[in-house]
């Protein structure tokens, strides 16, 4: 058969709680995203001013690629098979048209390549090391060799040799000029260079480079004689020798405290809020740096600052080094670790001259000196206006928008985080953004010259990010965040646009920046409502933030699909409303109805601002109270009824009633809800039930009697109404509703609420009367909680009656004053433990005995007996209502039935048994658990139910009691102890104590890492955890933004585990949440027994979009591979088949993937975001359940998917 055909199905069948059948378009901050072939570290970044080419230099290797993240270019920079050659230096040499390479794997050697084919050109001397492995920084400016004689671009390496390096002194030069022509490529002369004195053995680790102001800075930390590291600057002058080299200490504090360890430094201006508070011009540079606090050892701590150092304050630090050399004659200011440093003394200089020798002409002044140094206390020094407290920072670089000063920062676990600037010792950050989980953020950070966009290197991975995503933020207020701290300094609201942006993207000047106190909103309109039939009413619009009009531009109102010209005066728009014929019916029940105003704008043909506006029809409402209460409806009396116009809508002697919110004064004074008939009430109504009478109701302001002609009561009780004549006093001021049997049906309710409404002319007063019902009979079971106060309040006239029923007195025929003697029902517990230790506790067990006539109070009851022992009430103990008593269970020592007698008021019970038993403990498992707590314990054993107040306590910390207690079992679940040890445990009953096994608290789990560290947004992939401890968790979780998989975790030894992703929820619960790419990265958590380890460095986990999967029906994508839903190939040609869909590789691998043509399992060759690849079998597979054609079945994570 030359062709063989696969039957799939026209749709998906899915097996899975969640599944996305598309997908919705995001824009992210993250553009582009590069990761090496062999996940190599990556170390430096450049990129090409000419050809837009970015470089990496990366470990063994060198990448050259094209603006759009593709590899153009890669080549091995080792020379040999053990190779181990970490990048130090890259820079583009743009004079020789070719890339300047340094690394640690070729002895430290530099090269020159081809910045085409990535080609070595040139090198240095194989035996000469040019870096180090400590450390070493490098970059081009200008420089003449030390004869002065060669002018132009030369290469400053600066590099971590010590004394202790096994390399040759005389080739060891901490700071070095290095030529860059071909004939003295990598070559230095006598007075181009510093190296290291022999005797000095102390690290030096740079940390990068810079040029300014025609010097080359050196950033680096070092330790002095004590071995503390401290932050230098060191610089050199470009237009004269070496020996103008000279360092300063560089201190970034907090109250005085420094955090001593430099990590990066970036040369960029200041905007206008910042320039200010720091005395400077808008664009005036500064240097910004962050640094990290060191743990003695030269070892950054997870906390870290920035500073910000005015060039003022670098100068007069480099002055004061000089001239502490020059005219003070100090050792101290002489560089301890450049060889042949001298510091000669030359009084007659003054500080214009020692000014004019920081940098001199090459005439032989700077000879004066070779290499100074400043003091400690001649430090520049800047007090941080940024702190963190767990994590490294790394990196820092700033932008300028519009004239607010903007920092990005890197750390050591991959994120950069967003700052704002405001001042010299305060900033804020509004975001963070996970580039790497858990990589450096490397110092090569570089941002467009027009500020569009960053490109980031961390230690696996170069990014491209927005500076800015203004576009995912939709309201103002989710824009520029009034009062809030988050708000992004780049975005603004463009008023007329109705769109957040940046300025740059708003085409007009209505644009509020996201420091703006307040959105764009209609404040206040007048009138804030009008009645539905009411036509071309003039409203006022309050419009705060309302932008200017030029000549030839307007706004409109638009009241629904009503538009109407408006005139603007300042903040305010004057607008005509719609005519009735475009306002909307008003919904039954309601009065009012609401339609959207807007406001339009012909400058953009938009509607940028809107609020709701309220149409009403008091003839809807019924009720006087509401009606004078609501919008400007006024009440006429004896026509009954609403009306937003009583002049002339009410009968013209009727009684008028003006709404509360009136400004005319009423004619005859009557307004507001007060002024309305009403019902006064000073007194509860209290009646028994099934008793006849008459209800006397006051009632205010009740319409003149010779215009009502009729009065009623209308009775509601248990949701019946039944109604009741009624009559008027002579005061106008009481109704009387006639005789009439009051009762309700219930018999388990004490009391029920009736009400009674009034009627006068068929109208209802709008509040009712509230008559309590009640019955004596009713949860008084005995003669103690019929006469108790406690269970009988007074007033309702209850008593005990013959025949043992608590009555309403006028029901009883013979009253009974005595109640009879006390009867216990049952005792709680009804049973308890003996006690067997010494010395014996004062009571075994609290118990609580239950019955009827125990007294009215407490102290009617004289004692509780167990045989020969008394039972010690328990204070607060009795309860009325229920006729209980606790009380103290003595001590027995053995087991017996014993009799329980209560006595109240010289009337004493019948006896009741209780049992005195003996709990035995004989195992106890699991024997070990974390010290967190969280295990669950199950002892063994008989008689454990004894008693009611079982406990559990393992070296005095409590083990919580579950309440699954039978006769053989006790379970519990520890608590958090604090060390791991074998402890004692013991199980109490009540006071009675029993010894259980010995129970072994071991140490806490922790998680080192897991793998993968992303996932589908529906979950169910396996992630394997590595980490300690895991052997004795019983219960062990994933949780991803708190929440868990429906699985526990599968604990594989005491070092791994395999967890289920949980489903990720992406809804950002009322905070702003920012998406990377294709990924939005969750919180990650580990649950091991409910504890929650804290996580060192950042346990993010990123969540991508579930994938999709074609049909073998969708033509767009199989075009004519598939007929009829039936995918053809032709086994002869075709090797793979294709299974079509979309974002199927984000978090998955190969692995991840088995794909099913019939009941043949198929090799998966490859997928990518699009396609899985699958090898065809050889051999047709037989169709399964009775179909034509074998079926193609994909098993993905939690997916099964029949194409």
């Given at each position: ?185 990598f070559g230095l002369t006598s007075l181009a260079f510093n190296a290291i004195t022999p005797s ?356 409109n109102c638009k009241f629904g699909d009503f538009q109407s010209s408006a005139i603007k005066d ?492 949980p489903p990720a929820d992406l809804s950002t619960s009322g905070h702003r949440s920012r998406r ?128």
């Open positions: 058969m030359g062709l063989s055909t696969l039957l799939i199905f026209s749709a998906f069948l899915l097996y899975s709680s969640i599944f996305l059948l598309s997908t919705q378009a995001f824009d992210n901050d993250v553009l582009l995203e590069f990761k090496p072939h062999e996940n190599e570290g990556l170390y430096h970044v450049k990129i090409h001013s000419t050809t837009g080419d970015i470089y990496i230099g990366a470990y063994n290797s060198l990448y050259r690629l094209s603006g759009d993240f593709n590899i153009i270019a890669n080549i091995s920079t080792c020379s040999s098979d053990d190779c181990d050659n970490i990048n130090k230096i890259l820079e583009i040499d743009y004079d020789h048209d070719r890339l300047i390479v340094c690394g640690v794997g070729n002895n430290g050697r530099c090269e020159g390549r081809s910045p085409v084919d990535l080609v070595t050109l040139y090198e240095s001397d194989v035996d000469k090391e040019i870096v180090s492995e400590l450390s070493a920084v490098g970059i081009i400016a200008p420089g003449v060799l030390g004869d002065g004689t060669r002018d132009g671009n030369v290469l400053y390496v600066s590099s971590g040799h010590t004394s202790l390096n096994p390399v040759e002194y005389s080739y060891r030069y901490i700071n070095a000029r290095r030529g860059l022509d071909t004939d003295v490529l000095y053995n102390k690290p030096i680790q740079f940390k990068t480079v810079f040029n300014y102001g025609g010097y080359t800075y050196f950033v680096a930390f070092r330790p002095n004689d004590t071995y503390y590291f401290h932050s230098r600057l060191s610089r050199v002058c470009q237009d004269n020798s070496f020996v103008t080299f000279s360092e300063i200490y560089i201190r970034c504090v907090v109250n005085n405290v420094d955090y001593n360890l430099v990590q990066d430094m970036y040369v960029s201006p200041v905007g206008t809020e910042l320039g200010t508070s720091l005395g400077l011009q808008a664009g005036d540079n500064v240097l910004y740096g962050v640094f990290a606090k060191g743990d003695g050892s030269g070892v950054a701590t997870g906390q870290s600052a920035m500073c910000i150092y005015k060039w003022n304050d670098i100068e007069d630090a480099f002055f004061k080094a000089l001239n502490g050399c020059i005219a003070a004659n100090n050792d101290i200011h002489t560089l301890d670790y450049a060889d042949d440093a001298d510091c000669p003394q030359f009084f007659s200089f003054t500080s214009d001259d020692i000014q004019s020798m920081m940098c001199p002409p090459n005439d032989g002044r700077q000879l004066y000196r070779r290499y100074s140094q400043g003091t400690y206390t001649e430090a520049a020094v800047s007090e941080a206006l940024l702190t963190v407290n767990d994590k490294i920072l790394t990196s820092v670089t700033t932008a300028i928008e519009e004239n607010r000063t903007i920092s990005f920062i890197g750390t050591d676990n991959g994120k950069v985080i967003k700052i704002e600037l405001t001042n010299k010792t305060s900033s804020r950050v509004y975001e963070t953004i996970t580039l790497d989980t858990g990589q450096e953020v490397r110092s090569d950070t570089f941002i467009d010259i027009k500020s569009n966009y960053i490109i980031a290197l961390t230690e696996k991975k170069l990014v491209k990010l927005q500076v800015a995503n203004c576009s995912w933020f939709i309201t103002c207020d989710e824009c520029i965040r009034p009062g809030k701290l988050d708000a992004d300094p780049y975005c603004g609201w463009c008023t007329l646009h109705k769109k957040c942006t940046r300025f740059k993207d708003c085409q007009h000047t209505s644009w509020l920046p996201s420091n703006s106190a307040q959105c764009i909103e209609i404040e206040s309109l007048d009138p804030p409502f009008i009645p539905r039939n009411s036509e071309n009413v003039r409203i006022l619009l309050t419009v705060q933030q309302l932008p200017p009009l030029n000549i030839n531009q307007n706004y300042g903040e305010t728009l004057t607008c005509n409303s719609p005519p009735s014929s475009h306002v909307p019916q008003i919904p039954t029940s309601q009065a009012f109805v609401d339609i959207i105003l807007s406001v339009y704008s012909s400058v953009t043909d938009v509607y940028f601002v809107s609020t709701e506006f309220t149409f009403f029809d008091c003839s809807v409402i019924t009720t006087c109270s509401e009606c004078v209460t609501n919008f400007t409806c006024s009440w006429c009396v004896y026509d009954n009824k609403c009306t937003h116009n009583a002049s002339t809508l009410c009968t013209s002697d009727d009684t008028i009633i003006l709404n509360g919110n009136a400004v005319t004064s009423p004619p005859n004074g009557f307004q507001g809800q007060g002024s309305c008939p009403q019902i006064h009430q000073p007194n509860e109504e209290l009646i028994h039930a099934n008793i006849q009478k008459e209800i006397i109701i006051p009632i205010k302001n009740l319409p003149n009697t010779p215009k009502v002609n009729s009065y009623e009561c209308e009775l509601e009780i248990e949701a019946q109404t039944v109604r009741i004549p009624a009559s008027v006093d002579e005061s106008n001021s009481n109704i009387t509703c006639s005789q009439y049997t009051y009762d309700y049906t219930t018999d388990d309710k004490k009391e029920v609420n009736a009400y009674i409404k009034v009627f006068w002319n068929g109208n209802v007063i709008d509040n009712a009367y509230q008559v309590t019902l009640y019955k004596c009979n009713v949860q008084r079971p005995d003669c103690s909680r019929c006469y108790s106060m406690n269970t009988t309040r007074s007033g309702l006239d209850c008593v005990w009656c013959t025949g043992d029923q608590c009555s309403y007195s006028p029901f009883c025929s013979s009253i009974v004053n005595e109640c009879p003697s006390p009867a216990i029902i049952q005792t709680l517990p009804i049973s308890v433990a003996t006690v067997t230790t010494q010395p014996e506790p004062d009571f075994t067990e609290v118990i609580e005995l239950v019955g009827t006539d125990f007294g009215q109070i407490m102290s009617d009851i004289d004692n509780i007996m167990i045989d020969n022992k008394e039972c010690v009430i328990v204070a607060d103990g009795f309860n009325i209502a229920l006729q209980s008593v606790k009380c103290k269970a003595p001590v027995f020592d053995s087991v017996s039935q014993r009799d329980v007698i209560i006595t109240v008021q010289g009337k004493t019970s019948a006896p009741v048994v209780i049992l005195y038993q003996n709990p035995i403990i004989s195992d106890l498992s699991p024997r070990f658990g974390i010290q967190a707590g969280g295990t669950t314990l199950t002892f063994s054993g008989s008689n454990l139910n004894t008693g009611n107040d079982v406990m559990v306590y393992i070296d005095g910390s409590e083990c919580y009691v579950t309440r699954s207690i039978n006769e053989n079992q006790i379970m519990c679940t520890t608590s958090n102890y604090t060390s791991g040890a074998e402890v004692a445990v013991t199980v109490t009953f009540g006071n009675a104590v029993r010894d259980g096994p010995t129970f072994t608290y071991t140490t806490n789990p922790t998680v080192t890492d897991f793998q993968p560290n992303k996932g589908i947004q529906a979950g169910g992939q396996t992630i394997r955890v590595t980490g300690t401890n895991f052997q004795y968790v019983q219960k062990a979780m994933m949780l991803l933004n708190s929440k868990s998989a429906e699985n526990n975790c599968i604990t594989l030894s005491n070092e791994e585990m395999d967890c289920e992703s990377q790419a294709d990924q939005t990265v969750l919180p990650l958590t580990f649950s091991f027994d409910g504890f929650i380890p804290a996580l060192r460095g950042d346990f993010g986990f990123s969540v991508y979009p579930n994938p999709i999967y074609y049909p073998f029906d969708n033509m767009s994508f199989y075009g004519e591979t598939v007929v009829d839903g039936i995918y053809r190939f032709d086994k002869h040609i075709d090797e793979f088949m294709k299974l079509m869909g979309s974002d199927i590789n984000l978090a998955s691998d190969v692995e991840d993937v088995e794909v099913f043509i019939g009941s043949v399992k198929c090799t998966v060759n490859s997928i990518t975001r699009t396609v899985v690849l699958v090898e065809i079998p050889d051999k047709e597979p037989n169709p399964v359940d009775g179909e034509d054609h074998p079926i193609v079945m994909m098993d993905y994570v939690i997916y099964v998917v029949l194409f």
